[in-house]
């Protein structure tokens, strides 16, 4: 592989091309007329522009993508996340077009790609699932006999949704029918498909993930864990490997669950198998993501390994160099991701330019971004800014650099979920390890973060205040004993 596109933009096609770059590979980047000057366009070999600021019409135009692969001498395209990454007839064309796509094959996507699929794929493999149905459903009466089975509360869910949409929490059968309609409709809004179906909803649920990777040759292995349970409106916002709570035992179990997830579908790259894990350690299977995952770092910082690397050598035909019992965990990390969003204001976007933009550094400290001071956030994408990776000896030590470095992150011009994180770092809940994905719900309140700022800036005050006081005193006249002479100390 001498050249690789990255379908991409922003800190992951900066990431991306980062590791192109170390392997000594030439890269192509692509962009939309929104991101002519963003840091990855800049980074790479070379660079095309794909259209206008709409995703339609830029990072998710496949045939445009793969003219440029055949005009440019591209025989590799690694698409991040997001956009076309998990598009199973993109990933297709790509091959058939005679390039290789750094990524699992089109039908082991398709397979995955369904959460009803998914689930009928692995129901011969022993792997725990949650309660329920495991087939789309549309009959009311069908949904309410289901749901008396299982018992309330029930979810809806989507089969080929994902971040919440088409997603519903029933707790009694009056309520059944209307957000059955609602989750339907808003599956067909989202993903063209208004399929679903019901499972038992997990009270207290824990969401834990296990990173496999895959070569062509049957070897699979699993990365461990990550802790993905602080989360607003179903994504996430914090996340922590390992976790907290997992024994040996179980983190051997869970881990085996994901291989054999992986066998089933013949699946090759990088992949994330998701679970669901209940207030007494019973742990479901969710979904399986296709893809590089947003929180990947910290994985890498606890292993010690680079996955886009492992991913492009899984691509060109390599076997995995190491074995599962050469996989050790080194420390601890947690991640921020960074969005421009005000905590204050239910999480709403906060568009604007970095009118400041100062990155922490230091030792344990990884900042994944795709912005520089002076940049805009374009409206017509993801909100994130960055991805703040902190990695110690321990869980502790972890913590306290990331306490440090979102004190060091100096970010004005808009809002961003920086504040938030310096109040689940600072929660006993957290800390503790005693929380679930209702952490937002339990315990946070936007008129938390006002008070802790009311009292800081109180603090910042009484501070001024007294220094002010100080230097008074030091330049006060002072009268000279002998000459009567008046000076002023400096």
Known sequence: MQKILVANRGEIALRILRSIRKMGIQSVAVFSEADRHSPHVL?????????????????????????????????????????????????????????????????????????????????????????????????????????????YPILIKASAGGGGKGMRIVEQESDLEEQMQRAVSEAKSAFGDGSVFIEKYVTSPRHIEIQVLADHYGQVVHLFERECSIQRRHQKVIEESPSAILTPELRKKMGEAAVMVAKSCNYTSTGTVEFLMDDQLNFYFLEMNTRLQVEHPVTEMITGIDLVEEQIKIARGEKLSFTQDDLRIHGHAVELRVYAEDPLNNFLPSIGTLTKYIQPHGEGVRVDDGYEEGMSIPIYYDPMIAKLVTHGKDRTEAIQKMKKAIKEFQIEGLATTLPFGTFVFEHDAFLSGKFDTHFVKKYYT?????????????????????????????????????????????
């Open 446 to 490: 936007p008129e938390k973060i006002k008070e802790k700022q009311k009292a800081l800036a109180e603090i910042a005050a009484l501070a001024a205040l007294k220094y002010w006081i100080n230097r008074q005193k030091i330049t006060q006249a002072v009268e000279h004993k002998t000459t009567k002479w008046k000076r002023r100390l400096a």
């Open 43 to 151: 980074f790479a070999d070379e660079a095309v522009c794909l259209g206008a600021a709409a995703s339609a019409e830029s990072y998710l135009n496949g045939h445009k993508i793969i003219e440029f692969c055949k005009a440019l001498g591209v025989d590799g395209i690694h698409p991040g996340y997001g956009f076309l990454s998990e598009n199973a007839d993109f990933a297709q064309q790509v091959e058939d077009a005679g390039i290789t796509f750094i990524g699992p094959g089109a039908e082991a996507m398709r397979i995955m790609g369904s959460k009803l699929a998914a689930k009928a794929c692995v129901k011969n493999y022993n792997i725990p699932m949650v309660p329920g149905i495991d087939e789309a459903i549309e009959d009311i009466d069908i949904a309410k006999k289901t749901a008396k089975q299982i018992g």
